[in-house]
């Protein structure tokens, strides 16, 4: 697919046209924020961002676009996994970074309000998904590396480990609320290595 066929949002720009994704997106997501998907308008996101109407419908076209883009935005700017040689270590930087970003007054709202519009439309869905299996896969070199020192079973899932370490936090932000803090992190990371250990998430066990 050449980008005369791609989809508006899934070019990555360059030069002046880099600089007005960036505008857009920012604006998108305090927009986001604010007046969640069903309030989200390409013509107010515009406004926001100081620029044209057109230039925001030719490249987006629909708001399902623009969140779409700005979560392979999202997934683009997140930091590399941390490799220290340590299972423990290593989801313990992954559950600090996670709750670090949930806990951030920008982020946190960023992420529940993308997660709530996933749940009312199929392509923010898809998006989110492609988004949280980019990170997974790439914090799950950690684990698939604790197997080959021994540290782990054979056999163990990496995907299904990893999202065991965020998944309390994000329970914490979008149900039981409370803080998101190192202790939080670490506690998720400990419970996950844990189960790991024990061959909870040995495949086919």
């Known amino acids: 697919m050449d980008a005369g ?29 604010e007046h969640g998907f069903d309030g989200l308008d390409l013509a107010d996101v515009a406004r926001r961002a100081e620029v044209g109407k057109t230039t925001v419908y030719r490249r987006w076209s629909t708001t399902a676009g623009l969140v779409a883009d700005l979560l392979t935005d999202m997934a683009e700017q997140s930091v590399p996994r941390t490799d220290t040689g340590s299972l423990d270590e290593d989801l313990r930087a992954n559950a600090r ?17 993308v997660i709530a519009a996933a749940t009312c439309d199929d392509r923010t869905a898809e998006a989110l998904h492609r988004f949280y299996a980019v990170r997974i896969d790439e914090w799950s070199g950690c684990v698939d590396a604790a197997v080959a020192r021994g540290e782990l079973p054979a056999g163990t899932d990496a995907r299904e480990v990893v999202g065991a370490v965020s998944a309390p936090l994000y329970y914490r932000l979008l149900a039981a609320g409370g803080v998101l803090d190192e202790t939080v992190a670490d506690r998720a990371a400990a419970a996950a290595a844990a189960a790991a250990r024990g061959g909870v998430y040995v495949v086919g066990a």
């Open 97 to 113: 970074l996670v709750a670090r970003t949930l806990a951030d007054p920008r982020q946190g709202p960023l992420f529940a309000a």
């Open 5 to 33: 066929d791609a989809e508006p949002g899934t070019v990555r720009p360059g030069g002046r046209t880099a600089r007005v994704r960036e505008a857009v997106l920012r604006a998108a997501g305090d927009a986001l924020i």
